[in-house]
């Protein structure tokens, strides 16, 4: 699996026997919140930061724009996991967060 997380390209080797037996976990929406998205999201025009809520993301905690053109190709290309979503939403956001902080791009130095 291939999706980026501030820019940077990152690749989840994911067990073959677990990809389609695994399906998103209904009011969680922590791929939704915890990572941040570079590309354009209707309502976020400059993409959404890190632990912010999507804007796409409903009461529901669903995609408002699943299967639309319109949602963006990191969206649509991320596969719910075991080894991401954990066994709890808690835990999926405390993975994708970790995630998120272990590919931000070193600080410059001044």
């Known amino acids: 699996m291939r999706f980026r997380i501030s820019g940077i390209c990152v690749v989840i080797a994911v067990s073959?026997?677990?990809?389609?037996?695994?399906?998103?976990?209904?009011?969680?929406?922590?791929?939704?919140?915890?990572?941040?998205?570079?590309?354009?999201?209707?309502?976020?025009?400059?993409?959404?930061?890190?632990?912010?809520?999507?804007?796409?993301?409903?009461?529901?905690?669903?995609?408002?724009i699943f299967g639309r053109p319109e949602r963006p190709a990191c969206c649509s290309g991320l596969q719910p996991q075991p080894e991401m979503c954990g066994t709890t939403r808690v835990e999926a956001l405390a993975w994708l967060t970790r995630l998120e902080t272990d590919t931000q791009p070193a600080a410059v130095s001044r």
């Open 16 to 64: 073959p026997s677990h990809a389609l037996d695994h399906a998103c976990r209904p009011d969680c929406g922590a791929c939704c919140i915890a990572p941040s998205i570079t590309s354009p999201i209707p309502g976020m025009p400059q993409g959404k930061p890190a632990g912010v809520r999507c804007a796409q993301l409903d009461n529901d905690l669903r995609c408002a």
